[in-house]
């Protein structure tokens, strides 16, 4: 019931176009959804986050999707760019417990 | 400002051999993670100490594994004995808040090879 699903496992992109990766979860007390991006041989990076009591949230080419009732999230990185190119972690906690993260998923944007 | 660090970057050990891998959190973070990522997949929360008090250990994967932060600074996590399923990027991360909830700073990690 902690886990996180994520999908694809990797994705390719021609540059300007739109990159959706997906989440979904069981625990119905989780309540705040984070994205972190990550670059090789570096940490993880706060992209964007979101809480269940919105459907959408967007920050400049990035935005979370969230379906409450169906236990789903969705990244949207629109008009995507080669420097995007990174492996992106969604990820969820529930009050008093700790992040639980997705598998990640490897996205290639083509020049 | 430096954001957070953690040393070594690179460790390779024999299997059997004690280790210890430190992380700098960003100065005045009151909170700090240390995670597990294998290769390929997400970070694994391993424990988390709000200032010198560790307050969650669950992640922990067994008794050779132990953190410390006794100054409510710097941590250190020391695995003993080490083995082969170890082999893994530690990460490290510092909030500014005594929640879990709030933007987590990483390290770059240290890659613990273990042979």
């Known amino acids: 019931q902690q886990q996180v699903k994520q999908s694809p496992q990797s994705l390719i992109v021609q540059k300007g176009g739109i990159s959706i990766i997906n989440c979904a979860y069981e625990?119905?007390?989780?309540?705040?959804f984070p994205w972190y991006q990550q670059f090789p041989g570096k940490g993880p990076a706060l992209l964007i986050a979101i809480r269940p009591d919105v459907s959408e949230k967007k920050e400049g080419r990035f935005t979370i999707s969230f379906n409450k009732s169906a236990k789903q999230f969705s990244l949207h990185i629109m008009d995507s760019q080669p420097g995007d190119s990174a492996t992106y972690f969604c990820a969820a906690i529930a009050d008093g417990q700790n992040f639980v993260f997705g598998p990640g998923t490897r996205l290639s944007v083509l020049p | 400002g430096a954001g957070v660090s953690q040393s070594p970057r690179y460790k390779v050990a024999k299997r059997g051999q004690d280790v210890a891998l430190r992380c700098d959190p960003i100065?005045?973070?009151?909170?700090l993670f240390w995670y597990q990522q294998a290769l390929g997949q997400g970070p694994e929360f391993l424990t988390y100490f709000q200032n010198e008090a560790q307050l969650d250990k669950s992640g922990l994967p067994s008794d050779r594994f132990f953190a410390e932060r006794p100054e409510g600074s710097v941590s250190t996590l020391k695995i003993q004995r080490t083995q082969q399923e170890d082999s893994a990027v530690y990460l490290c991360?510092?909030?500014?808040?005594?929640?879990?909830?709030?933007?987590?700073?990483f390290g770059p990690g240290t890659r613990l090879t273990v042979l």
């Open positions: 991360a510092s909030s500014s808040r005594d929640s879990t909830y709030n933007e987590q700073f």
């Open positions: 625990n119905t007390a989780f309540d705040y």
């Open positions: 100065s005045g973070h009151v909170s």
